[in-house]
Structures are given as C-alpha cells and as structure tokens.
C-alpha cells in the first residue's frame, strides 16, 4: 500500500490516512451558521484523514461572502458542533480553517457599511466578493477600498482569532487553521509591494510576518501548538497579489519562524488551478528544509502525484479540494483504484442542495446504474 493510504501521526493527532480535505467555501450558509446539511456534506467525506473546514470567518468584519458560516456567536458554535459530532461519528477528524479576508470584502457586508480594513488603503482590483449588489440583490460585487488598521487595533485582531479558537474548542474541532493564503489579511500584511505601512508591521520581512506569528502565538497559548496549522500560499497572486523583491526570503523567513513553534502543520495552498503558476519543485525543496514539521500540499494533485509526492519526501501530506466535492468517498476510491466522479462547476458556490450532499459514493452510483438497467 501506498504511504498516502497509511495512518499518520500528525504530530500526536492520529489520522486514518495522509489524504486531506482542502478548505473549501461551499456558500450554503444562508444565516451564517453550519446546519444540518452542513453537517451531512462533512459526515460523508469523514474517510479524509483530516477534514479541513471550508473559511468560518471570526468577526462580522472578516466576511467576504454571503452564506458562510461564521465562528464568532454561540448560535455559530452550536451550528458547528453538529458537524463536528458527524465527523467524530464516522471516525474523522477536524480543523476548522479561521479566516479574515481583509480587503476582500464589501461594504453591504461590513457593520453599519463601514469600510473593510487592510494593511493599507488600496482596493483590490478586478476582485470580486460575493455580497450584496446596488440593487441590493446578492451577487459577485467588486471589493470595496479598505481603510489601513491603526497599529493600535492590530491586537484587535489578534484577539478575534483568539475568541474564535476557544469557540472552535467548544465546537469541538480537533484543531485550527489560520487561512494564511490566497489574497486574504495576512498575505495583504505579508506583501512587501502591497504593505508600505511604516509602522512596525510594514517594512522588514519581520515587520510584515508580524502579524501573522503573533497570531499563531496566540492562538499556539490558547490551544496549545499542537492543535494549530496555517495555510499560506508562496508566490500566490490571487486577488491582486503583487510580486515583491523579498518574496522568496519572505516565506522561508515564515517557514522558518514556524519550525520555531511545533504546530500540528503548515499546509501550502499551491493556486496553479487558479492562475496557472505553481508553487514550483525549486522552492518546496527549499521550504521544506526551512520548516521542518508536518507538511501539507493542495493544488492540482491525483492520486499518483500525491503519492509521489509524498514518497519523495516534498510533503507529508496530500491535500485535495474538488476532489472532495464529486467524490464523498474519496480515500475508498482512492485503496480501490474506483474512477473519480468530476465535479459539477456551476454548482460550487450557488447556495442550493444541489451539488452539495448529493454526490454519490462508488457504491451508490454502481446501485443506480445496476438499478438504471432493470
Ligand atoms: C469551491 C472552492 C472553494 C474554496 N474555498 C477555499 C477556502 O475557503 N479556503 C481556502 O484556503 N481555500 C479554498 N479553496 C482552495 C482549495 O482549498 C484548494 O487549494 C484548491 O481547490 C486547489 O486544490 P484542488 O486542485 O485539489 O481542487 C477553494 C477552492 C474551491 C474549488
């Protein structure tokens, strides 16, 4: 058997498997709360070794997208607990991935239709949220211009990740994710173009980690280093993300930064699905001798590049993302080489039931068509 389909110590978080559930916002939340069919979906992908929750995001100020499911009331964490219950049921394990978009945002979506807030002042371009439109109908909506945090709110939002995590505890999540990644707070702060503040979190390589590791130390005290992970995305360019001189030194300084802390993980969300440039094999050679604890990589992986992958020794473990979403089952199909259902497009993000719960298993779809041909 392949290493990918064997039991993995995730830093003493026992896993059935290396194969894990990438974070993926599905948008079925109409009140912001995970519900009942929120808890079905992740019961019947449970085969992951982990699951990732899609982004839960921590105050009303970090939403980006409607009908996401929040972390940050009571009526939330019930909502959560029944997922995580699922989950536990059918032998699985959970993080939930905590997620401020920064920038990315709107302000239908903002309190009393404040600005969003940013490292600095500039609007993402040609970037679209998902909020209400000037016809007050919901839709894809430009992201409006942010306003620069004051350095004196920055612990602010240090502190709404840290109320979140002793959420995420109560809502009984094995562990958390910071959503590093992909355009969102800490990558507006990380960016050495975007980030010009001249405070101490703009500037050095340190100044702009700043937020980031103090984050992950919070939240390191709070649960303990062991239940944490990040997700960050090298070189990622997703929401008007620029190139920046220091861009390499940038995430090995982070990397290595988080070798310092012994956490559960750092997960590297490789967006060549996105914008059609990786990661590259160069620097996650480099990364991975810059971290030196459990790592995950998502983008664009089969079964067979996942397994070489990990035999190689570039990561300990294979993320998958839509995958996920044709194939509840997936590690089933994966120990019996079943072909992979594809994933229906138009369905992703649309709020239904359909193209949600209602992917079939393996099984399921061999009784439809055996039951088809009677
Ligand atoms: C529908 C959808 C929603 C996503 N939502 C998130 C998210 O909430 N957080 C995140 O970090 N990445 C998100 N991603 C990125 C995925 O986690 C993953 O990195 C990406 O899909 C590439 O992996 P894949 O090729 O296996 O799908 C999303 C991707 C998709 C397709």
Same mark, same amino acid.
């Given at each position: 058997?392949?290493?990918?389909?064997?039991?993995?110590?995730?830093?003493?978080?026992?896993?059935?498997?290396?194969?894990?559930?990438?974070?993926?916002? @599905?948008?079925?939340?109409?009140?912001?709360?995970?519900?009942?069919? &929120?808890?079905?979906? #992740? @019961?019947?992908?449970?085969?992951?070794?982990?699951?990732?929750?899609?982004?839960?995001?921590? +105050?009303?100020?970090? &939403?980006? %997208?409607?009908?996401?499911?929040?972390?940050?009331?009571?009526?939330?964490?019930?909502?959560?607990?029944?997922?995580?219950?699922?989950?536990?049921?059918?032998?699985?394990?959970?993080?939930?991935?905590? /997620?401020?978009?920064?920038?990315?945002?709107?302000?239908?979506?903002?309190?009393?239709?404040?600005? =969003?807030?940013?490292?600095?002042?500039?609007?993402?371009?040609?970037?679209?949220?998902?909020? %209400?439109?000037?016809?007050?109908?919901?839709?894809?909506?430009?992201?409006?211009?942010?306003?620069?945090?004051?350095?004196?709110?920055?612990?602010?939002?240090?502190?709404?990740?840290?109320?979140?995590?002793?959420?995420?505890?109560?809502?009984?999540?094995?562990?958390?994710?910071?959503?590093?990644?992909?355009?969102?707070?800490?990558?507006?702060?990380?960016?050495?173009?975007?980030?010009?503040?001249?405070?101490?979190?703009?500037?050095?390589?340190?100044?702009?980690? @700043?937020? &980031?590791?103090?984050?992950?130390?919070?939240?390191?005290?709070?649960?303990?280093?062991?239940?944490?992970?990040?997700?960050? +995305?090298?070189?990622?360019?997703?929401?008007?993300? =620029?190139?920046?001189?220091?861009?390499?030194?940038? /995430?090995?300084?982070?990397?290595?930064?988080?070798?310092?802390?012994?956490?559960?993980?750092?997960?590297?969300?490789?967006?060549?699905?996105?914008?059609?440039?990786?990661?590259?094999?160069?620097?996650? /050679?480099?990364?991975?001798?810059?971290?030196?604890?459990?790592?995950?990589?998502?983008?664009?992986?089969?079964?067979?590049?996942?397994?070489?992958?990990?035999?190689?020794?570039?990561?300990?473990?294979?993320?998958?993302?839509?995958?996920?979403?044709?194939? =509840?089952?997936?590690?089933?199909?994966?120990?019996?080489?079943?072909?992979?259902? +594809?994933?229906?497009?138009?369905?992703?993000?649309?709020?239904?039931?359909?193209? #949600?719960?209602?992917?079939?298993? #393996?099984?399921?779809?061999?009784?439809?068509?055996?039951?088809?041909?009677?």
């Amino acid at each position: 058997m392949s290493q990918l389909l064997e039991k993995y110590d995730m830093n003493g978080i026992r896993l059935s498997s290396r194969v894990v559930m990438a974070p993926m916002t @599905r948008c079925r939340a109409r009140t912001a709360v995970a519900d009942e069919q &929120t808890a079905l979906y #992740y @019961r019947q992908r449970a085969g992951a070794g982990l699951i990732i929750s899609e982004g839960s995001q921590v +105050s009303a100020e970090g &939403t980006g %997208y409607l009908y996401t499911p929040g972390i940050y009331t009571s009526e939330q964490v019930a909502g959560w607990k029944k997922v995580t219950d699922a989950v536990h049921e059918e032998g699985g394990k959970m993080f939930v991935q905590l /997620w401020h978009v920064g920038r990315m945002s709107h302000v239908s979506l903002q309190k009393e239709g404040v600005a =969003p807030v940013s490292s600095v002042d500039v609007a993402a371009r040609n970037s679209n949220c998902y909020a %209400y439109g000037e016809n007050g109908e919901p839709g894809p909506v430009q992201a409006s211009r942010p306003r620069a945090l004051d350095t004196n709110e920055i612990p602010r939002i240090t502190a709404d990740f840290v109320s979140a995590s002793i959420r995420a505890d109560e809502a009984g999540f094995d562990g958390v994710e910071i959503h590093g990644a992909n355009g969102y707070l800490f990558e507006q702060f990380a960016n050495g173009k975007l980030n010009t503040r001249t405070d101490e979190y703009g500037g050095s390589t340190m100044n702009r980690l @700043r937020l &980031t590791l103090e984050t992950v130390d919070a939240l390191v005290e709070q649960l303990g280093s062991t239940r944490v992970g990040i997700r960050l +995305s090298p070189f990622g360019r997703l929401y008007d993300m =620029p190139a920046f001189d220091d861009e390499e030194n940038t /995430w090995l300084t982070l990397g290595r930064e988080l070798s310092k802390r012994n956490l559960a993980y750092v997960h590297l969300s490789d967006q060549k699905a996105f914008i059609n440039e990786g990661i590259g094999e160069d620097f996650l /050679w480099k990364f991975r001798d810059a971290y030196t604890g459990a790592l995950i990589l998502t983008g664009c992986l089969t079964q067979e590049s996942g397994e070489a992958l990990v035999e190689q020794g570039l990561c300990d473990l294979a993320g998958f993302g839509r995958p996920f979403v044709a194939n =509840p089952d997936l590690v089933d199909r994966f120990r019996n080489r079943w072909p992979l259902s +594809s994933v229906d497009l138009p369905t992703l993000y649309t709020g239904g039931e359909k193209g #949600y719960a209602d992917y079939p298993t #393996y099984q399921e779809q061999r009784e439809l068509c055996v039951e088809g041909s009677i």
